[in-house]
């Protein structure tokens, strides 16, 4: 028993660093193949980051960790939620706006706006949910064009009623009382760490507690291992398809969050775009497991963060990384599967070997 | 007409998978230019044995012999090359395409993809009546034209013994007719078809010869021309030790369950069940007989809450439980071995304790409160394994890896546990080791002296015998006969499930 759990182990750690391999092993290829140089590019890549980006990578890390648990409820589930970018979109100047409003004062304020943002992230993904439950249709397509409705809906709102400052427009700004000081580990100019990076790991945390400790994530891993063995235990699939949607969303809600309470201020040009796909492929990436995503989250920050350097130091575009990334998503589903399925022969294997002279 | 040398001779095939014997001592021998049927109850090893036919499986005993040669078959390609082509249940063929981009698919080295093919197509439509138009879009086509395309597509490769399974599973009756019709072409031109079924009117209308398998292994072949319907059926469904025996009766007369007028409509209004009335009383088994697809699946879904019928009441005790959903009824105490384990009873990839919980999941000891209880689950688990003789290494091993007998015996454990009111067994034994089918019995046994209700749906007629304290034969959604298992025989519920008629 011990010995197959160490090879379980090992078996695990043994897909990702075969698709990491594999990315750096593509990436190089490309620089190569379009005549700039590889060398340069790793060298600058691995190079230790500056105080400054090591702080925009820790600030990165927690909100595309954020999108991944979001993404990782739907698919444990077996849903493929492709709406979180429009959910957390829509959210984010739901929040924006009532944070701004400024209701309630102080700390308050801060825990309110996020309520709401959950609460609009949840409706939003909802009305996929609804769709599926009740007309059968499927949650990727209607998340789809809920991304493109909430895009338009939330510009149509911002022209109609944001302020208005010089070109741009945006939200209220947050009274300063109502923002969130960070955590300086270096000098001020480097920046803060946002407080609200925390909320990536009560997420985090959250998530595993739900999924291993109670019975609705043992009926959501359920529901996404077997729909009609869920349905046989008395699951009521519909259910769970909604609430899971919902649950979902109202993560999804909290992506950008952190970034308005620290940085941002307001819903306007510094919001940043691209989280929720970016949440997909590390959800894809950790294999929809709490730590698994944190290194994917972490490697994917690193990453993007890191690829500005290169604006400088070569002649390399910084898009390249995206190469990168996304041959380690396909690189680490299609390993996975193929060390599953091994693993699977090898516990057969063990299986028998076991029962070897005991009569059938 | 039949020559000399035999299409095909299957001698001592064998196949074993982990912990299951899905084939051993098998011997067809399929005469050439004959219709060659091969019967017996699901799981009785007929589509193991077609696998080794076609090359999908490599059996682990036993000599295949193609026209006189003897032949190692390692693929489908190998198969056809050899002359031996099949028809799947299922249709494989590509909606968006033409019938002769279809019948080319795979094949374009035979005819090429143009007017040689079309001509070819042309001649093997006209030789055997399959009334195919090379350039018409396969979704154009109803399911005897897909199917006619599918015999001529094994044709257009060569093949000269075609293995046809259950192919009129999806017909019609008139379609039907048409198909025999095409058969006795096929024959006629000195092909050999294996028919797979277990529709026994069929096989006498179409077959010159009959293999009957039970629990893996052949068991006799029968002449259509002499040959009864309740002769195979008896064939079909045996008499093999060890026979459950039959104990003295422990009926009780406090009703457990109760079905009264429960009719079920699919969503076009037509009947799938019609009129049922049962009582089970505690301490009482009812055997539910009857041939596949006469509606017991969805007899025993109706029970389970899974679907709500559209007419009549179900009592569970004195609570009417009609309307009631799965997790409520799992919670008065009704306890469920679902017909397929695989799709229906277990997670494949979850590991033995997790398995324990599902349809438990709000009950102790696997849960306490909205939470999960792990420690109590596994205790638990470990119990179920050593009270059910569960051969596996531990209870963290994933369900996947057990046989399909200790996969059962696990379920089995599963729902005695809690101190169940009412069972839900659906074929229990079905596709399980002898070993393990004896222990299943004796837990229903069991379970029943200490005053279980118990419904029993099975195929294997020896077991409703022995097990149950009533019999009901349901037949096309309704229930058309009522036995006492200590006389009845089986050939007497062999003639009720078929209809009635004595032919």
Known sequence: MRTLTVKGVGLAVLAPAIAVVLSILVTTLVIAAVGSSPGEFWSTMFEVPKPRLRVDIVNQTAMIYIAAVAAAIGFRMGLFNIGLEGQYTIASFAAASFAGAAYLGGFANVIASLAVAMAVGAAWSGIAGILKTTRGVSEVISTIMLNAIAVTLVGYFLNNYGVKEGNSVHTKNLEPGTTLGGFAPFEDRDGEIWALTIVAVLVGVGFWVLLNKTRFGFDLRASGQSETAALASGINPKRMILVSMMLSGAVAGLIWMPALFGGARNYGTSFQVGLGFLGIAVALLGRNRPVGMLFGALLFAFLSVKSNDLTFGTDVSPSIVQITQGVAVLAVVVTYEVVRRWRTRLEQRAVSRELAGAAL | ?503
């Open chain 2, 1 to 503: 007409m039949p020559s000399a040398v035999d299409a095909v001779q299957l001698r001592g095939i064998g196949k074993r998978f982990p912990g299951v014997i899905a084939n051993h001592d098998v011997d067809v021998t399929i005469r050439s230019g004959t219709v060659h049927a091969l019967i017996g109850e699901n799981g009785a090893g007929k589509s193991t044995l077609m696998k080794i036919l076609y090359g999908v499986q490599r059996p682990d005993d036993g000599t295949i012999t193609i026209e006189g040669t003897p032949v190692t078959l390692k693929s489908p390609t190998e198969a056809i090359e050899a002359g031996v082509g099949m028809v799947f249940q299922h249709f494989m063929l590509a909606d968006n395409l033409t019938v002769l981009e279809n019948m080319v698919l795979g094949a374009e080295k035979l005819h090429g993809i143009g007017d040689e093919a079309r001509a070819e197509i042309r001649r093997i439509s006209d030789r055997f009546g399959f009334d195919l138009e090379p350039d018409v879009l396969v979704e154009k086509l109803g399911v005897a034209a897909r199917q006619r395309l599918e015999i001529a597509k094994v044709l257009y490769r060569g093949a000269r013994i075609i293995i046809l399974d259950e192919p009129t599973a999806v017909l019609v009756p008139q379609e039907v007719d048409a198909l025999f019709a095409n058969l006795r072409e096929l024959k006629d031109a000195g092909n050999s078809v294996l028919f797979i079924s277990h529709k026994l009117d069929e096989v006498l209308a179409i077959a010159d010869d009959i293999t009957v398998m039970r629990r893996g292994t052949t068991v006799g072949t029968a002449d259509p021309a002499t040959a009864t319907k309740r002769e195979l059926a008896e064939l079909m469904v045996g008499s093999e030790l060890p026979s459950p025996e039959t104990e003295e009766s422990t009926v009780t007369d406090t009703v457990q369950l109760s079905l009264d007028g429960v009719t079920l409509a699919d969503e076009f209004g037509r009947h799938l069940l019609t009129d049922l009335s049962l009582t089970i009383r505690r301490g009482e088994v009812l055997g539910i007989a009857g041939v596949e697809g006469n509606g017991q699946s969805e007899l025993v879904e109706t029970i389970m809450g899974m679907r709500i019928p559209t007419a009549g009441r179900i009592h569970l005790g004195t609570e009417d439980v009609t309307h009631w959903h799965t997790r409520k009824l799992r919670e008065a105490g009704v306890g469920y071995i679902p017909e397929d384990r695989h799709r229906h009873g277990l997670l494949l990839d979850a590991p033995l304790w997790e398995n324990r919980i599902l349809g438990h999941q709000t009950r102790p000891p696997s849960a306490k409160g909205m939470w999960i209880n792990r420690k109590g689950a596994r205790k638990d688990t470990s119990r179920i394994v050593a009270e059910y003789d569960v051969r596996a290494p531990g209870i963290d091993t994933p369900s996947r890896a057990l046989s399909g007998g200790n996969q059962q015996k696990l379920i089995v454990g599963r729902e005695m546990s809690g101190d169940p009111v009412l069972l839900i067994a659906s074929h229990p034994t079905r596709g399980v080791d002898v070993g393990a089918q004896a222990a299943i019995w004796d837990h229903i046994k069991r379970a029943r002296r200490n005053g279980l209700a118990v419904l029993l749906i099975s195929a294997d007629l020896d077991e409703l015998i022995g097990l149950s304290d009533t019999i009901q034969v349901i037949l096309r959604g309704r229930f058309v006969g009522t036995f006492e298992p200590s006389t009845v025989s089986p050939q007497d519920l062999g003639s009720a499930m078929t209809g009635g008629e004595a032919a």
